[in-house]
C-alpha cells in the first residue's frame, strides 16, 4: 500500500463539505438579524419627508385638505395621495409626536396639510443605536425638513 496515495482530500470530500456548508448558510442566513445601517437610518427619515412633502404639494393643488397617516404602533407612514406605505424596520425606534385635534377635529394619528400650505405640524423620530432623525412638520408654514440628532440626546 503507497502511503502518498492516502494523504489529502478526494474530489467528492470536497464537494461534499460545500455542500453541508451551502445548506447550513441557506438555513441560518435568513435567521440572522439584519440591523439597519446609519445610511439606511437616514434614507428611511429623507423617504418619509419626501412623502410628506408630496401630500402637502397635493394639498395645495387640489386646494383640499389631505391627511398623511402616521401609524407609529403599526411602524407605517402611509400617503393619502398615492397611497405609498413606507414600513420602518423593528430594530428602528419609531416615535410620532402629533397633534390630537386640528381644526376642532381628531387628528386621529395623521398629519393633515391644508390648501393654503400649512398644517396642524409634527415630529416623527427615527432612532437606531447611535444614530437619530426627526422629520418635522411646521404647523404654521407646513414646511418639513429632516434634523439628525444624536442619539444620546434621545
Known amino acids: 500500500m503507497n502511503r502518498a496515495s492516502e ?3 478526494t474530489l467528492l470530500e470536497m464537494v461534499c463539505v460545500m455542500a453541508i456548508v451551502a445548506m447550513l448558510a441557506a438555513v ?6 439584519l440591523h439597519t445601517s446609519r445610511p439606511r437610518l ?8 419626501s412623502l410628506l412633502k408630496a401630500d402637502r404639494n397635493a ?4 386646494q383640499s385638505d389631505v391627511a398623511t397617516l402616521v401609524d407609529a ?4 407612514i402611509r400617503s393619502a395621495v398615492t397611497g405609498e406605505t413606507l414600513r420602518i424596520p423593528g430594530d428602528v425606534r419609531f416615535d ?5 385635534t386640528c381644526r376642532q377635529r381628531a387628528a386621529l394619528s395623521t398629519i393633515r396639510f391644508f390648501a393654503d400650505g400649512m ?6 423620530a427615527l432612532t437606531r443605536l447611535d444614530a437619530s432623525y426627526e422629520i418635522r412638520v411646521n404647523w404654521l408654514t407646513g414646511r418639513i425638513e429632516v434634523v439628525p440628532r444624536s442619539a444620546a440626546a434621545n
Do not use: H, K, N, V
Open 7 to 9: 494523504r489529502g482530500f
Open 28 to 33: 441560518l442566513l435568513p435567521l440572522a438579524p
Open 42 to 49: 437616514q434614507a428611511y427619515a429623507l423617504e418619509a419627508a
Open 59 to 62: 394639498a395645495i393643488r387640489r
Open 73 to 76: 404602533p403599526s411602524r407605517a
Open 96 to 100: 410620532a409626536l402629533l397633534p390630537q
Open 119 to 124: 398644517s396642524c405640524g409634527g415630529t416623527i
